[in-house]
């Protein structure tokens, strides 16, 4: 998978985990494959055949988990998010993401083992909170503020008003 002239892909920054968390990702998500693994050369300034950059795809998006050091680290200034279109999805997604040291967060955030933010959300919150009736809007976005996980059924529940 060349990503020459190909629109954009995220460049994810590890520090030597690179390869692992790309196979990490494409174990859990859907229309997921590892493209091409760059390992560096004698000219470094990693050690020779070892892995410097690794293509893959996620859910349909394309990637590049760089081997670029310790100096960056991820925070949660940037996110990914995905849409949910049941609480099964909702369930496999936060399991899976917050396993072997993810963190779960307020209001379907969380951190992957790697420090990787993500929010997992119900396809149909974002109508609910900006429905034109502001109660409706009001009650669903209380509810989903009082969360970790989000609970697609409680959500619903606060839209109709029970």
Not at 57 to 72: D, E, I, M
Not at 114 to 127: E, R
Not at 141 to 146: F, S
Request: with cysteine; hydrophobic share 40%; glycine share 12%.
């Amino acid at each position: 998978m060349s990503s020459a002239g190909r629109g954009f892909n995220t460049c994810l920054w590890f520090d030597g985990q690179a390869e692992e968390a790309a196979h990490y990702y494409v174990s859990i998500f859907k229309n997921s494959t590892i493209g091409r693994i760059g390992r560096y050369t004698e000219a470094g300034p990693g050690p020779a055949g070892s892995v410097i950059a690794v293509d893959f795809v996620a859910n349909g998006q394309k990637f590049v988990a760089l081997n670029g050091g310790p100096q960056f680290t991820f925070n949660e200034s940037i996110s990914f998010q995905i849409y949910c279109e049941s609480q099964e999805e909702i369930d496999h997604y936060w399991t899976k993401l917050t396993e072997n040291g993810g963190e779960p967060g307020p209001c379907g955030w969380l951190k992957d083992k790697y420090g990787v933010s993500w929010q997992v959300v119900p396809a149909k919150l974002i109508d609910m909170i900006g429905d034109p009736d502001a109660e409706k809007a009001a009650r669903t976005t209380r509810a989903m503020l009082a969360m970790r996980k989000l609970d697609i059924a409680a959500l619903e529940r606060a839209y109709a008003g029970e």
